[in-house]
């Protein structure tokens, strides 16, 4: 599990032209799916979970509101192709949901795969360390990956858009670049000058931000070197396109291999973190945690705890969902068991908590059933990652779960959101 095969991830990355609600027209076709289970347990009782609702009906009444959505974890969600759709679901059903697109990182700057609804070009010669390589140590930062170069002058362009499920694009009139701040080594111009307003550079979160005299879809950025020594180095860690739009935002950070003590290696994580103050915080931790043989409950429940305190320290009144990992095998070979074990520690700590939990390895099937999966084409040999349409019905469960506790809890009628969001996917 830790040697992730990226051409399996790229392989079966789907069309991303257009969006479509799929779980109406599948029931009957995928009865090994447990629909009856598909809900966020423990939602209704979360005062935490009661905010975010009440802030995004007031989107889905066309209020102005701002919600913004953290979704962290392994490969699943570095590919960015069930989290991009429910971003896509998320910021286009109401005249005022669509946020800013946020923090992006540039992955095939740091020779990964980059997932395809934006675009970064660059030229010269650059490397990449994940958090999720052991033998390996850099400075990361929120994404934990981090790309970094020692020629003396690279361009960069960043394009907001590419290939995405709908035609309202983004774009940003601010624009943070997070990189090593401490070494008077390089420095980082737009290479129009006159798009310039003003910058600022924050040395404790380790960015530069540039204020711009127009909003833009697509940028130009260059790297210099200042210092011509033979050892300096530029870590790019992140970039963050921004506005002013209100609605959602929707931040995914995903790395290759990662488990929760890969994110416990980023020194700067929580540095970068407390720029923000989450409304709602998906965590997808697990899938390598339990990919092991001498998995340790213990040890997961203490990283999983302190992780969810780190949020709280961003946010304490944070919604924080708990999703269980999906079913796997170990080297294609053995039913994982290990995830079950993990599900127990998910919820033990979510009712610690008052937060919620969605059991995707519950409404999957249990133990195994990533076989079935795998037999009706919906994961590839693996039956670790998925095909496009499984991961298409993996988006449209959590929707679907999310909607039936926003509706119970703002007192709507049963379906009225979900209608709302999937029609408007469909326009």
């Known amino acids: 599990m830790k040697k992730i095969i990226i051409i399996i991830l790229l392989a079966y990355c789907f069309r991303l032209s257009g969006q479509e609600y799929i779980l109406d027209s599948i029931k009957s076709e995928y009865e090994f799916i447990a629909y009856d289970k598909n809900e966020l347990k423990f939602a209704d009782s979360s005062k935490a ?5 009440n802030k995004l009906d007031k989107i889905a009444n066309d209020d102005e509101e701002k919600v913004h ?6 490969s699943h969600i570095q590919a960015d192709i069930y989290s991009n759709k429910l971003r896509s679901y998320l910021q286009n059903f109401s005249k005022t949901s669509m946020g800013q697109r946020g923090m992006i990182f540039p992955y095939k700057m740091a020779k990964t795969n980059n997932p395809r609804n934006y675009k970064v070009e660059f030229d010269g010669e650059w490397n990449g360390i994940r958090c999720s390589i052991k033998r390996d140590t850099i400075d990361w930062g929120l994404n934990g990956v981090t ?40 420095e980082i111009e737009v290479v ?17 931000e540039f ?32 506005n002013d739009n209100q609605g959602v ?33 998906i965590i997808s931790i697990g899938t390598n945690d339990t990919y092991t043989p001498d998995f340790k409950p213990i040890k997961y429940k203490a990283y999983y705890e302190g992780f969810i ?9 944070c919604a924080i969902l708990l999703t269980v990992p999906n079913d796997s095998y170990y080297k294609r070979r053995y039913a994982n068991p290990n995830t079950k074990l993990a599900a127990e520690v998910i919820y033990e700590l979510a009712q610690k908590y008052n937060m919620a939990v969605w059991d995707f390895y519950e409404i999957m099937g249990g133990l195994g059933s990533s076989q079935k999966w795998y037999r009706n084409k919906l994961m590839p040999r693996d039956r670790i990652h998925f095909k496009s349409t499984g991961y298409s019905i993996k988006a449209d469960l959590l929707l679907q779960a999310l909607t039936q506790s926003w509706e119970k809890q703002t007192g709507r009628q049963d379906g009225e959101i979900l209608n709302q969001i999937t029609q408007k996917a469909g326009e």
């Open 192 to 208: 129009d000058q006159t798009l310039v307003n003003d910058f600022n550079i924050n040395e404790q979160a380790h960015y530069i």
């Open 249 to 281: 935002e929707y931040t995914s950070i995903g790395v290759n291999g990662a488990s929760f003590d890969s994110y416990d290696r980023c020194e700067f994580f929580e540095d970068q973190l407390l720029l923000y103050s989450p409304d709602l915080f």
């Open 309 to 317: 305190q780190l949020i709280l320290r961003a946010n304490p009144d």
């Open 49 to 53: 979970f009661k905010r975010l609702f």
């Open 69 to 74: 959505v953290f979704h962290i974890g392994g």
């Open 147 to 186: 790309a970094f170069t020692k020629d003396s002058i690279s361009n960069i362009k960043v394009k907001a858009n590419y290939k995405s499920y709908h035609d309202n694009c983004y774009n940003f009139n601010r624009i943070r670049v997070f990189y090593d701040t401490w070494p008077p080594d390089y």
């Open 211 to 242: 204020s711009l005299t127009k909003t833009l879809e697509e940028i130009d950025l260059c790297i210099k070197r200042l210092i011509h020594d033979g050892q300096s180095e530029f870590l790019m860690m992140g970039i963050e396109l921004m």
